[in-house]
């Protein structure tokens, strides 16, 4: 079909290479159009729209940097691919920053710029597709066992659902406990790769010696204690998806190595000279902020573009506390079916039928503490405190605030300015008001051991004022 061919501006100053590129870029569907100088370049793009340009960074007169500027200013859909040098890979990853969807370095093999192209069209695709999807699917409240209500959880459903089907790398950013592991196993459980393994390495746990084989895996000798030959982590999940979790933790070495895994999918055991080719998708996980790692010189900024192919970022708790009560309920049903469970086995019989059917609630006051709270540790510290919940409140079916730990009770939160609570079928404005007034005062005087005077310049208000509100709080 003469109009799927994607339509490509191919701009290079090596003849014969160009050449060549071209008439195997044309033997892949594409509509080659071919420029020997950044000038012939930018008169080609002033008078076709194509879809992708790819440029050679050094040229004679204008060069790549300019081609590409020139190419997204007039389409900023447009894909741009850089070619470049072995010694100019800063200025590609500079083109990259301005816009360009990727970059091979020479000498690079076809097949490197051909998958540097399909994961380029695929990212445009997701991006009009994810637009789409937006638009026409009636939103879900959950995926995979994840769960979330707010506008951060129901986007990341959505691109879930696009990006699981493909193979492209993705890069997990969060805080700890948002649930990065988590959000990797649903992708792999909806990826054609769902029969095969889904390999888990923990990058951080791990001490730099043994990563690399682990990774990789060793022959017999490879090093003192490899007694034997083992597979690594790569190729136990050939077919498969790797999770490569703290991948900010990595070595510049092993950064080195991984960047190649990337780039070409193969790789030598440790000790070993035999090359290994694999079929992995690789999801990468990190806590931490990769983009200032890489700007302090920490982490491989082209790994860190290999990696990024598609970023999914996960926000901390405290930014979507809307998701808590819909937490709270899953946590619960999982928590009391264990427990349901768990009272069963003992004598072999099973849990009695109204124990999974009572239904468990939270108090209005445990679920403000909830709410109130800012969860440094994020999910993972929301379940356990479920858990505990559960497991302290004995007979009853309510859990109540005092079935919480101690750090969630802190009496300054729950009226703390920022996160103000309103609850979703309303509240008493008066009475929330007189509450917060209350305790603003007592506070004050506690401060200042009652003297009224000096509790009320701290609260900014003339001591006539506090005496009068003093009383009509009292009168209430
Ligand atoms: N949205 C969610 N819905 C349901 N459960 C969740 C959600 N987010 C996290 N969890 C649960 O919270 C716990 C922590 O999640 P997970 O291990 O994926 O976090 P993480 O981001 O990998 O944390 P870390 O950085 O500490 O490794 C898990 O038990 C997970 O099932
Ligand atoms: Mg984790």
């Not at 500027?69 to 890979?89: H, K, N, Q």
């Not at 993705?170 to 990065?180: A, M, P, R, S």
């Not at 960047?259 to 079929?279: A, P």
């Amino acid at each position: 079909m003469p109009e799927n061919r994607k339509h490509l501006l191919l701009v290079e100053d090596e003849a014969p290479l160009r050449e060549a590129l071209a008439e195997r870029l044309a033997g892949h569907g594409f509509e080659v159009e071919q420029a020997d100088t950044g000038e012939r370049a930018i008169d080609q793009l002033a008078e076709f729209a194509f879809d992708i340009v790819i440029t050679d960074l050094r040229l004679p007169g204008i060069d790549g940097t300019r081609v590409l500027e020139t190419a997204l200013s007039r389409y900023p859909d447009i894909i741009g691919i850089i070619v470049t040098g072995y010694g100019t890979v800063k200025d590609a990853v500079e083109a990259i920053k301005r816009g360009a969807s990727d970059f091979v370095t020479k000498p690079f093999q076809f097949d490197e710029l051909l998958h540097a192209l399909s994961s380029a069209l695929e990212r445009r695709r997701l991006k009009s597709e994810n637009a789409y999807l937006r638009s026409q699917l009636e939103e879900r409240y959950s995926f995979e066992g994840i769960v979330g209500r707010s506008r951060a959880m129901r986007d990341l459903f959505q691109l879930l659902e696009t990006v699981a089907g493909t193979a492209s790398t993705i890069l997990i950013t969060g805080e700890t406990g948002t649930g990065k592991e988590l959000v990797a196993r649903a992708i792999h459980q909806n990826s054609p790769r769902r029969a095969q393994r889904f390999v888990a390495l923990n990058c951080g746990a791990i001490p730099e010696t043994l990563l690399e084989a682990e990774l990789f895996g060793h022959v017999r000798g490879a090093f003192t204690g490899a007694i034997g030959t083992r597979q690594g982590r790569l190729e136990q999940a050939h077919r498969g998806t790797l999770f490569l979790d703290e991948v900010g933790t990595m070595s510049p070495g092993l950064q080195m190595k991984l960047l190649r895994v990337l780039q070409e999918r193969e790789f030598e055991r440790v000790g070993d000279s035999h090359t290994i080719k694999v079929d992995v998708r690789v999801i990468a996980a990190t806590h931490s902020d990769l983009t200032r790692m890489v700007a302090a010189g920490e982490f491989r900024e082209d790994l860190f573009y290999r990696l990024n192919v598609i970023p999914i970022q996960i926000p901390p708790l405290r930014e979507r506390k809307e998701d808590i009560p819909l937490l709270v309920q899953h946590f619960l049903e999982k928590f009391c079916d264990a427990d349901a469970q768990a009272a069963g086995r003992p004598n072999g019989q099973e849990a009695p039928r109204h124990a999974g059917l009572a239904p468990m609630t939270v108090s209005q006051q445990a679920m403000r503490c909830l709410m109130a709270y800012a969860w440094p540790g994020n999910v993972r510290q929301l379940e356990n405190a479920i858990e505990r919940a559960v497991a302290l409140r004995g007979g009853r079916t309510q859990i109540e605030a005092a079935d919480l730990p101690p750090e969630m009770l802190d009496p300054s939160e729950p009226t703390g300015g920022p996160d103000l609570i309103f609850p979703d079928d309303g509240i008493d404005f008066e009475r929330y008001v007189s509450k917060i007034e209350r305790e603003l005062i007592a506070r004050s005087l506690e401060r200042t051991g009652g003297n009224k005077g000096q509790a009320a310049r701290l609260l900014n208000l003339k001591r006539t004022t506090l005496v009068e509100k003093i009383k009509r709080l009292e009168g209430r």
